[in-house]
């Protein structure tokens, strides 16, 4: 399976700051995903981070709130922009492992907004 | 609209019993099922994937059927014990990965 590790592992943050999120991976993988776990609910997938090009973002995610970066195949980070409270969640990173398509989860990263 | 339901949403049952989780999707065309295991505040760990030509997987006390006709997909666990108590979701993979909401599970000693 990938060793995938996230940092920062939790955070607490002031409104309308900036925090940014960095997802490492100890192999090359194509598809790597962002999702958001908001208090007591499901998964819900923000972006796809896509090598060398701009992410693909789902329906009420947008790159100014939250920008992503792929600058190769095993790294990526997530900035949560211009924070409020309703930000506070925990962010995940994922990848798909390309030989049958498992995915697997970094650790999280619990984010506090005040 | 692909949508995946968990039922039941929680589950409390004696150490040492079997017990079923469930997961219905809506559109069979999908890719792949996997379930996932999630303890409070930790990420996702993978327990079973099954590729849509599969009808089972087994790891270990872990058993996870899918019938795409039907939408259906079971996670059977063995002799339940207290650390199996955690969350379980199951993501389904059409054009791009849902999740349902999960089973809260909760194994009594």
């Known amino acids: 399976s990938a060793v995938i590790s996230q940092k920062p592992s939790r955070d607490i943050c002031q409104r309308g700051t900036s925090l940014t999120i960095q997802c490492q991976v100890d192999s090359q993988v194509t598809m790597m995903f962002w999702y958001r776990q908001q208090p007591g609910q499901s998964l819900t997938l923000i972006a796809t981070?896509?090598?060398?090009?701009?992410?693909?973002?789902e329906s009420g995610f947008v790159i100014d709130k939250f920008p992503i970066s792929r600058p190769n195949l095993t790294f990526s980070t997530l900035t949560v922009s211009n924070m409020s409270p309703e930000d506070s969640s925990i962010y995940l990173c994922?990848?798909?492992?390309?030989?049958?398509?498992?995915?697997?989860f970094g650790p999280g990263t619990r984010l506090t907004v005040l | 609209k692909q949508e995946v339901t968990q039922i039941p949403a929680a589950l409390s049952v004696p150490e040492g019993e079997n017990l079923v989780l469930n997961c219905s999707f809506t559109?069979?065309?999908?890719?792949?099922l996997q379930w996932f295991r999630q303890d409070p505040g930790k990420g996702l760990t993978s327990l079973l994937l099954i590729q849509s030509s599969q009808r089972e997987q087994t790891s270990g006390r872990l058993n996870a059927s899918l019938d795409k006709s039907s939408g259906r997909s079971t996670l059977y666990i063995a002799a339940s014990q207290p650390g199996d108590s955690a969350t379980y979701l199951c993501a389904v993979w059409e054009d791009k990965i849902i999740f349902g909401k999960g089973t809260r599970l909760h194994i009594l000693p």
């Open positions: 981070a896509n090598q060398g090009s701009e992410a693909t973002y």
């Open positions: 559109d069979s065309a999908i890719y792949n």
């Open positions: 994922s990848v798909v492992r390309t030989s049958d398509s498992e995915q697997f």
